[in-house]
């Protein structure tokens, strides 16, 4: 056993047996050698594990005394709670902190002096907050300004901690740490001005707010999880329901609209249950609550929404009349408003659009519904209708044209797509033309790259012809990424959109052209400015000059370097590879010996400073390429080290005798690794064992 482990383990055993006199023996005579060991992140943490262990405050705060000038967010063990609180090693999820631990063992003498000693509250991170909380240490937490926000609020109430949700609306705001300020204020008999009174009052009021996902998390319990209710034995007086309605500091009509929207979206089935408890007095909400009445509001919309639906679905107009009038039921088109009595018209309009019941759809209209729902920006029945031809593969146009003609807005965008890419996603010229006709906008921000993409020419034309931009758009690229078109559909497609004003250098239109082996079109493209020399801006560093090698076409190579392709690595780079390389891994020995007349150097490295790196050489090498070999030393590349290993780890006895006889060197210190220099020597042994004797028999010679 080393020193530490018996240091370590001398430490542990004091703090076991209580032994605060051995400790400070131990820590005063050896203090360098156990500050070493704390710093060890490999070991338990002393100080955490004195902590867990229960250990004196005597010992606790000498250990923090002697070894820490600081508790800082550093230290940290790695080590995480599981949920039946044993400590959990090797964790990489979580780590805790002595801070954490004191606190989950309701040690707040130790948390307040780790606290003086620098630690920070907040250091300790929402997901491992929920494993330490409990109803001793809740108000503790609170009172020591530790940051909460909505979704520690809504995981305490998924978690059934329905006391610190309590905690946190009694004792968050003006908790300790603010009457201590103020006390500070009134011992040094400094006056607080009214403004620095309110700005204090104000912050605090702040810290606490009730929100919509709230109340949905708790509303979901109530009306949607018996089983998690019956588990978790849940508050099910639905306090939780009256904690956040009462701490709800919004006007009573905002708070009431909030909780109205959300009730819509249960079954009345819970919400009546829940009324019938408040009348019978079987739950803590009084029949005086306003809680109450929007319930039954909820409740009572809910059926006329139900039974107008019924009527709606059997295409029964007359019978809808009858209902409206008989209950006297006022359609509008404001969404959800509590103070609004009204039937929100865009339900029932939504389901008469499904089931195409113009007569209904009509009547509606006449009433007053909104048929582009102008002030909602998330719902327009136009796009409705054509998603639901979408959903139905269907391609009738009338009842579209028919609410065009009833005032629907064809500019309407909802979730950033416009009725006429709706449209187009249906490859559906006659709707198409339906909405340019009634002036859809041809320029929406790429909605001709989304008729490219849907890979319907016809439909690209005529937005072309109606006045699309083409130069706005990727046009080109598009064209050369289409399956659907042969090499002669391509060229045509490609004239005409460039005679239409088409960016010649847009994104990738050259290097596609180059990688697809169109000749032609590289050369059209070139002719009418494209740059030779781009580079994609996809972050992959690829030219057309690299596509060109890739693609194994010496004469799209050739022309591009007669137009001006200049002739460097960094300039025909393609799939992030060097361009000898890649015609070393096409086995491409032309385009390899034309690479190396133009210029290229057949030495260089990818990454010239990273630690190992075949090189061209090394990749023939890889490949077993033998011929490819011969061809590259005979062009002038120098047998590396990096090369001599990429051939050992082959395992090819032929290319290690070439490498030797072309005077390889077996002990080039290629790259460091460890605490040693790697050479194909010392590699060798790790691999074949003939190689392995191979080298040694040339070395002897």
């Known amino acids: 056993m080393d020193e530490k482990n018996i240091e370590e383990n001398k430490i542990n055993e004091c703090i076991k047996n209580n032994d605060f006199s051995e400790l400070k023996k131990i820590i005063k005579e050896n203090k360098k050698e156990t500050i070493e060991l704390t710093n060890d992140k490999t070991k338990c943490d002393i100080l955490i594990n004195s902590i867990e262990n229960n250990a004196s405050s005597k010992i606790i705060k000498f250990i923090i005394d002697e070894w820490y000038e600081k508790i800082n967010r550093y230290l940290y063990v790695k080590y995480l709670y599981t949920e039946d609180n044993a400590i959990e090693k090797n964790s990489t999820k979580n780590y805790v902190s002595p801070l954490y631990v004191a606190i989950k063992n309701n040690n707040f003498e130790i948390a307040d002096y780790l606290l003086k000693h620098g630690a920070d509250i907040n250091d300790i991170k929402k997901n491992t907050l929920l494993t330490i909380i409990n109803k001793n240490n809740s108000k503790y937490i609170l009172n020591k300004n530790i940051l909460i926000n909505e979704d520690i609020i809504i995981d305490m109430i998924k978690s059934a901690k329905l006391f610190f949700v309590k905690d946190y609306f009694n004792c968050y705001i003006y908790n300790d740490a603010v009457i201590s300020n103020l006390l500070i204020y009134y011992k040094n008999s400094n006056s607080v001005s009214t403004k620095i009174l309110e700005n204090i009052i104000n912050n605090e009021e702040n810290k606490i707010r009730v929100t919509e996902n709230m109340y949905k998390e708790c509303l979901n319990i109530y009306f949607c999880n018996d089983e998690y209710l019956k588990n978790n034995d849940y508050e099910k007086d639905y306090e939780l329901l009256i904690i956040l309605f009462d701490n709800d500091k919004r006007p009573m009509d905002e708070k009431l609209l909030e909780l109205y929207k959300i009730l819509k979206n249960y079954s009345r ?48 107009l007359s019978d809808l009349k009858k209902y409206i009038e008989k209950n006297d039921i006022k359609l509008t ?60 593969k269907e391609g009738d146009t009338k009842l579209v044209e028919k609410l065009i003609k009833w005032g629907a807005n064809v500019n309407k965008v909802v979730n950033d797509v416009p009725p006429l890419k709706e449209a187009i996603s249906l490859n559906n010229m006659e709707l198409v033309k339906l909405m340019i006709n009634h002036d859809a906008n041809v320029n929406y921000p790429d909605i001709l790259n989304y008729a490219f993409s849907k890979n319907n020419i016809d439909i690209v034309k005529y937005l072309i012809k109606c006045g699309a931009d083409v130069s706005k758009s990727d046009a080109l690229s598009h064209v050369m990424r289409n399956p659907n078109l042969d090499s002669s559909s391509k060229e045509e497609l490609v004239k005409y959109l460039i005679e239409n004003n088409a960016n010649v250098n847009d994104r990738l239109s ?145 290319i290690v005798e070439y490498f030797i006889n072309h005077e390889a060197d077996v002990n080039e210190k290629t790259h460091y690794y460890g605490d040693e220099w790697v050479t194909p020597l010392n590699i060798v042994s790790k691999h074949s064992l003939s190689n392995y004797l191979l080298l040694n028999i040339y070395i002897i010679k």
């Open 269 to 316: 089935s819970p919400k009546i249950e829940l009324i019938n408890k408040i009348k019978r007095k079987e739950i803590n909400i009084k029949e005086t609550s306003p809680i109450l009445p929007v319930l039954e509001k909820s409740v009572a919309t809910q059926e006329k929404e139900e039974a107008i639906t019924y009527l709606v679905q059997k295409n029964d």
């Open 333 to 392: 088109n404001i969404t959800g408003e509590y103070n609004n009595s009204g039937i929100y018209y865009y339900e029932i309009l939504n389901r008469a659009l499904y089931n195409e019941n113009e007569s209904i759809i009509k009547y509606l209209i006449d009433c007053g519904a909104d048929i582009s729902m102008t002030d909602i920006p998330d719902k327009s029945p136009l796009h409705d209708q054509l998603y639901i031809s979408k959903i139905l």
């Open 510 to 654: 050259l290097i596609l052209a180059a990688s697809n082996n169109e000749e032609t079109i590289v050369k059209y493209l070139v002719e009418k400015g494209a740059d030779v020399n781009k580079v994609s801006i996809k972050g992959d560093g690829n030219t057309p000059l690299g596509a060109a090698i890739s693609s194994g076409n010496l004469n799209i190579v050739k022309y591009l370097i007669s137009k001006g392709s200049i002739i460097s690595n960094n300039n025909a780079i393609y799939q992030s590879e060097l361009p000898i390389s890649i015609a070393i891994n096409n086995n491409d020995k032309e385009m390899v010996k034309y690479l190396i007349e133009c210029g290229f150097d057949p030495n260089s490295k990818k990454n010239p400073y990273k630690y190992w790196e075949p090189g061209p050489l090394g990749n023939a090498a890889l490949k077993n390429n033998l011929e490819m070999i011969k061809i590259l030393i005979e062009h002038g590349v120098k047998i590396t080290g990096d090369a001599l290993i990429s051939a050992v780890q082959e395992g090819n006895i032929n």
